[in-house]
């Protein structure tokens, strides 16, 4: 077996086998040879605090920031803020060097307290990794798993000659076997271009699909830019265009019917429809569903409104209520489990608040710091969303000609709604 056939670096052994590899491998006193080795930086590079009578880090140099994550005395929540939030500061690649300089520490002291200190920090910086992977697998193209390739190597390297017994088959995480979807209540031969003659379950459902498949395809790059330029990008625009169009496409389809009867009952349709997104935990579809039963055109038609049973459309609407909805919206938002689909608007919002609030970094005698006060405060927003990425997803099945008329709903406008509501009550004898 060729040594190109298994390994990734060293290519001046090319040709060589792998037992000659590795036994000119062992005697290297670093095995990353265009990585370089990582020395302890001063500690005025770092800058502590507390946090609850807890010894946090408020600032710091990228490399002293790793140094401290992995040392014996870290924090595991500093592991998660500084995966969720380097877009910020830097790139994954530049990261990912890091972690392997870190990895290759040297030291100037004993050799007894260099294997102990450096084979725990050795644990950690795996640990890292494999928690990284874990929480942001779309991270990790191509190139990443080069490097991850490579600390596997080295890793058994150093299991053989140095006598480590850090886990490689625990790097990489194990794939979540997902459970057979739930089955349609209506068979999928049932087609109709009518989206309301499908039954309300379903539609939620699908509803559901896809705005779950729009919150998965939001990266947190464009998370961190839409706060910092305080507008959104392509793919946060479009869950809310759709979040838009389900409002107006609601306000227009019970405008649009002639008589009150008629009214009543896609009112009622939709009511059904808000609840079970609500009981899906499909937060952003409830309050979309709400928004557009509280249009001005909708609420204009008394009669329809006040025949439209009101018990359930009311606890679909307590949630846009000013006083008592906000904190309701605010808890379903932030505990719901998942899988869920979370109102990202408030997100957001907090997302600039603290953009807005901290700087970036920070000057400490003349060396620029990060501020990891302010990672540490973004991660805590941004863990709510990628929880609900990366998490448990729904176990719904795809109904594909009702997901397509989903997808497709007209885009109607605030004056159409306006000027189909007021026409309604002009009409004489259905005057309201």
Not at 4 to 29: A, I, P
Not at 234 to 261: C, D, F, H
Request: glycine share 4%; hydrophobic share 35%.
């Amino acid at each position: 077996m060729s040594f190109c056939d298994v390994l990734f670096f060293g290519h001046e052994c090319s040709g060589t086998n792998m037992y000659s590899y590795l036994k000119t491998t062992f005697t290297r006193s670093n095995i990353y040879q265009h990585i370089p080795p990582y020395y302890e930086e001063p500690d005025y590079k770092i800058v502590h605090g507390h946090d609850n009578n807890r010894r946090v880090i408020d600032a710091g140099t990228l490399p002293k920031l790793i140094e401290c994550i992995t040392n014996e005395d870290f924090v595991n929540n500093h592991v998660y803020a500084l995966i969720l939030t380097y877009p910020v500061v830097t790139d994954k690649l530049t990261l990912m060097l890091a972690l392997r300089s870190r990895f290759n520490t040297k030291m100037q002291t004993p050799r007894r307290y260099i294997q102990e200190h450096v084979h725990k920090i050795r644990l950690r910086v795996v640990s890292f990794i494999r928690t990284w992977m874990t929480i942001c697998p779309k991270d990790f193209d191509a190139q990443m798993l080069h490097h991850v390739k490579e600390i596997e190597l080295a890793l058994f390297v150093r299991n053989k000659y140095y006598g480590d017994d850090i886990s490689i088959k625990e790097l990489f995480p194990k794939p979540i076997e997902s459970e057979s979807p739930i089955p349609p209540t209506i068979q999928l031969e049932f087609e109709t271009n009518a989206i309301l003659d499908y039954d309300s379950i379903e539609i939620a459902r699908q509803l559901t699909i896809i705005q779950e498949e729009l919150l998965c395809t939001i990266p947190r790059e464009e998370l961190f830019t839409c706060a910092k330029d305080d507008k959104q990008g392509p793919r946060l625009e479009k869950m809310t265009e759709y979040y838009n169009r389900v409002k107006w496409w609601i306000g227009y389809e019970i405008t649009a019917a002639e008589s009150v009867q008629d009214r009543v009952q896609i009112l009622e349709k939709f009511v059904d429809i808000g609840l079970e997104c609500l009981q899906l935990l499909n937060i952003n579809m409830v309050l979309a569903i709400s928004a557009g039963l509280t249009l001005t055109a909708v609420q204009q038609l008394k009669q329809t409104v006040s025949e439209g049973y009101t018990m359930k459309r009311e606890k679909l609407l307590q949630y846009l209520d000013y006083n008592t909805g906000t904190q309701q919206l605010l808890m379903l938002n932030r505990y719901t489990r998942t899988p869920s689909i979370p109102y990202i608007n408030l997100f957001m919002i907090n997302l600039s608040h603290i953009e807005k609030s901290d700087p970036t970094y920070l000057n400490n005698n003349g060396i620029e710091m990060i501020n990891f006060y302010k990672l540490r405060r973004y991660s805590e927003v941004i863990a709510q969303i990628q929880s609900r990425q990366v998490g448990e997803k729904y176990k719904l099945q795809v109904y594909p000609r009702l997901k397509e008329l989903l997808q497709n709903i007209p885009l109607y406008s605030e004056q159409q709604v306006i000027k189909q509501g007021s026409a309604r009550n002009r009409i004489k004898g259905l005057f309201e």
